[in-house]
């Protein structure tokens, strides 16, 4: 039931059935998917497990037996957590470049934010203790990059939306 997608070792694309339930159009699903193509295209876990490694070597070197302790238990989980939201935004931005070069439309991915940003309100960790930027941010941002567009027909997703809402109970 949970709202999720990612990008698995290898470029495969998990799609949870909840996140199928919570979209209400083709071209949210699109720009999820184009957001989670960009995780793989841009091989962000293989880049952050490079620098979890390099960073942990760093601190091992730095403080000897005291990197293992919570304190660089702490330093590398927050080291870690910003490496993060700043692969979700570059993310998003790739993920946005995709939809036009494909002519969909790329407002899904901001309305499917700002739906995400409603469930979120009072339940949001503080942005240093997340691993992804706020939904509210995201969507912000999107509608800001969309904004400065010149006006574009887009084609629509060819999609049977009723049947894949259907086979997911949604």
Do not use: C
């Amino acid at each position: 039931p949970e709202v999720n997608a990612f990008a698995a070792p290898g470029g495969v694309i998990v799609v949870f059935s909840g996140l199928l339930r919570q979209a209400q159009t083709p071209e949210e699903v699109a720009g999820v998917l184009a957001h989670e193509i960009g995780h793989v295209e841009l091989r962000h876990s293989l880049k952050a497990a490079v620098k979890d490694l390099g960073f942990q070597a760093l601190l091992s070197f730095a403080l000897g037996d005291l990197a293992s302790t919570l304190a660089g238990d702490l330093a590398a989980k927050l080291t870690e957590l910003q490496f993060s939201r700043d692969a979700e935004a570059e993310a998003d931005r790739y993920g946005l470049q995709r939809l036009l070069e494909a002519s969909v439309d790329p407002r899904g991915l901001p309305t499917f934010f700002a739906r995400l940003a409603q469930q979120e309100k009072g339940l949001a960790l503080p942005a240093m203790l997340s691993t992804h930027p706020p939904s509210k941010e995201r969507m912000e941002t999107m509608e800001g990059s969309i904004g400065k567009l010149p006006p574009k027909d887009y084609r629509p997703v060819e999609l049977d939306w009723a049947a894949v809402r259907a086979a997911v109970g949604g």
